[in-house]
């Protein structure tokens, strides 16, 4: 699994070759959730590129997986040699979008890719199709604002972190455990975040989008994926039964099959 150089940080990056003779069509570009990584997507997305005859990549943002660590990440924000550092910013979703991921991209030598988002990673996608060209954006649980039971669900997630068992859980899949976590945590929990909204720059996008979302997620209520205001001929919503925040992970079977599905006539 190759480390890629974005602004002098190495990013864990997969990538998953296409299906022999698969006919030409443009890769997955799978972006992960808040306390995401590549592992942490498990086996889906070759799953899901197997199915669409698709190539696609994967990697972990930085502070993530087993990508390089943000330095001081609960300290005052910085930038250095291009990279941030210190604590997160209310832009930092915009950041992600406009900045690193053309430029990862770009390395990659990939054009007009389909975006799949889930939770964090959803905003991205939506964000960078709001203002780069897409072949399309799926998005699993965005969060295009901030809704107080977002607030409720991320607190109680900080207790688990300081008092059960999710730090443990979570050390499997991140080299810096800590790190991953409060980047995370403390942002949403920063009164400056609670104006996040990202409703204007979706009303950019001209790429088709599929948005999904479980009808139980504790993270966001359906107001999250209605808002996103596109023509109805261009954004296809699914609302998914016995689903919290994980589409891919608790409804897998049915979420690949309506990716396959949308992507079945393009190209």
Do not use: K
């Not at 930085?62 to 040699?81: A, F, K, L």
């Not at 964000?127 to 901030?146: D, E, F, G, K, T």
Request: glycine share 6%.
């Amino acid at each position: 699994m190759p480390n890629v150089p974005i602004a002098d940080s190495p990013l864990e990056a997969l990538h998953i070759p296409a299906p022999m003779h698969a006919p030409a069509s443009a890769p997955l570009v799978f972006l992960h959730e808040g306390l995401g990584s590549v592992a942490m997507w498990r086996d889906w997305p070759q799953r899901l590129c197997a199915q669409t005859a698709r190539a696609g990549w994967v990697y972990s943002r930085r502070g993530y997986g087993q990508s390089e660590s943000v330095h001081d990440v609960r300290g005052p924000s910085t930038d250095v040699n291009g990279a941030r550092n210190g604590r997160m910013r209310p832009d930092y979703m915009h950041h992600e979008a406009w900045s690193v991921l053309p430029a990862l991209l770009a390395d990659w030598g990939v054009e007009r890719p389909v975006l799949i988002g889930h939770s964090d990673g959803g905003t991205i996608a939506l964000l960078h199709a709001s203002r780069y060209p897409v072949s399309a954006c799926i998005v699993m649980a965005p969060h295009l604002m901030v809704e107080e039971l977002s607030i409720r669900s991320i607190t109680l997630a900080r207790e688990a972190f300081l008092h059960e068992d999710l730090r443990s859980r979570l050390a499997r899949y991140h080299r810096d455990v800590d790190g991953a976590f409060w980047q995370w945590n403390d942002i949403w929990l920063d009164p400056a975040f609670r104006s996040f909204d990202i409703r204007a720059e979706c009303r950019n996008i001209t790429a088709p989008v599929l948005a999904l979302q479980g009808a139980d997620d504790p993270y966001g209520t359906l107001e999250q994926i209605n808002s996103i205001a596109l023509p109805l001929q261009q954004i296809r919503r699914e609302v998914l039964a016995q689903c919290g925040h994980s589409p891919h992970r608790e409804q897998a079977d049915q979420v690949t099959e309506l990716i396959a599905e949308f992507l079945a006539s393009r190209a």
